[in-house]
Structure formats: structure tokens, C-alpha cells
T-cell receptor, first 114, second 111 residues
């Protein structure tokens, strides 16, 4: 299994541009999430999904959209990039095991907005 | 979710056991204790979790006090590769996939 994959690894955008960060998992996990991590900070939850067709907002959803048309894919869209969105973005997938969850994270996308 | 308190940093000698403490005095009965770590620039990695009983896997052991108000993650023989930020997280079962990360403990393993 490849686990959780993210593309691209690095991206530079100009203010106002839009783009989609890709995330895929091949473990048939029901749950997927997007986080951002600013320098020297912990991870903050942006959006999450409990299954195909179902998404919800996390702590910091403004400026981002998500959709989940398949179990495997959970893309994150930046509608109009701003310098405040410069960050490292991590995608995660998880499954339920007896009422608890283990999350598996991708390698991250490093985004710079100028 | 219960708040957790961890020391900001700790040192450990290579080959010795690393004992990372976590306080979660407001933990509820249905909340699990999870541990993750993040090695520099990489995505967080799941380590272990538990509800009431002590747990052990190939990476670490988790010791939860009888009153569940604190726990300790034990890396039995720390190596330089274990240098990372370790996060203690308390989550109810239904929300376990929406992990909320705090500041964690930065563990330095020294040769």
C-alpha cells in the first residue's frame, strides 16, 4: 500500500490564484481530514469527511473548499490564495477500530503564497 | 475534549528509556488517550492509544494511571531517530478522526 499520498510536494502561488491540493489513500479508510501547520505551530484542522459525499468544517475552514466524490480522494481547493495561507498542508485518513481511531498522515504539501 | 498538558521539551540519552508525561485531569470516561509524533518536516505518525489499560506495541508502551488523569508514553530504548515532537491527545471515540493537536513535547535524543 502507498498509504496517503499528496501532490504536489511544493507549490508557489501568487495572491489571488486558485489551486487544488490532491490527497489520495489506498487503505479504504472511511474518514479523511485536511490540516495546516504554520511554522513552529501545531496542526489545525481545516475540513474533514466521514465518507464519500459527506464533508464538514474544522477549526479554520475559511478560504478552503473540499469535496469527497470517492472513498479514495479528498482534494482541497484554495479559492483565492492569500499570503496568510502560506503553510504546510497535511492530509490524513483514518478508520474506526472498536470505537477508537488511528490516523495516517501524508508527507505534506509546502505552499507559499507571494 | 479534555485539555492535555505536556512539558515543552525533554532530553534523553541514546539507548535509555524515554518517559514522556501527559496530564489530562478533566478526561471523561469515553475519551481515549492517543499519542502521535512528528519528526522534522514529516507528517505526524500514530504511535499508540489506550482507554483504561496499559498498552504496548512495537513502538512504545502507554501507561495510564488508575484514575486516568495522567499517562506516560515510554520509548524503551530511544535512538537518535526518535528525536521528534510528541503529541498527547485526548478524544472521545466518536471524534477520534478529528485530532486536535496542541504544542506537544519536543524530545531530543542525544548520543
Amino acid at each position: 500500500n502507498a498509504g496517503v499520498t499528496q501532490t504536489p510536494k511544493f507549490q508557489v502561488l501568487k495572491t489571488g490564484q486558485s489551486m487544488t491540493l490532491q490527497c489520495a489513500q489506498d487503505m479504504n479508510h472511511e474518514y479523511m481530514s485536511w490540516y495546516r501547520q504554520d511554522p513552529g505551530m501545531g496542526l489545525r484542522l481545516i475540513h474533514y469527511s466521514v465518507g464519500a459525499g459527506i464533508t464538514d468544517q474544522g477549526e479554520v475552514p475559511n478560504g478552503y473548499n473540499v469535496s469527497r466524490s470517492t472513498t479514495e480522494d479528498f482534494p482541497l481547493r484554495l479559492l483565492s490564495a492569500a499570503p496568510s495561507q502560506t503553510s504546510v498542508y497535511f492530509c490524513a485518513s483514518s478508520y474506526s477500530r472498536g470505537g477508537s481511531y488511528e490516523q495516517y498522515f501524508g508527507p505534506g504539501t509546502r505552499l507559499t503564497v507571494t | 475534549d479534555a485539555k492535555t498538558t505536556q512539558p515543552p521539551s525533554m532530553d534523553c540519552a541514546e539507548g535509555r528509556a524515554a518517559n514522556l508525561p501527559c496530564n489530562h485531569s478533566t478526561i471523561s470516561g469515553n475519551e481515549y488517550v492517543y499519542w502521535y509524533r512528528q519528526i522534522h518536516s514529516q507528517g505526524p505518525q500514530y504511535i499508540i492509544h489506550g482507554l483504561k489499560n496499559n498498552e504496548t506495541n512495537e513502538m512504545a508502551s502507554l501507561i495510564i494511571t488508575e484514575d486516568r488523569k495522567s499517562s506516560t508514553l515510554i520509548l524503551p530504548h530511544a535512538t537518535l531517530r526518535d528525536t521528534a515532537v510528541y503529541y498527547c491527545i485526548v478524544r472521545a471515540g466518536t471524534g477520534g478522526f478529528k485530532t486536535i493537536f496542541g504544542a506537544g513535547t519536543r524530545l531530543f535524543v542525544k548520543a
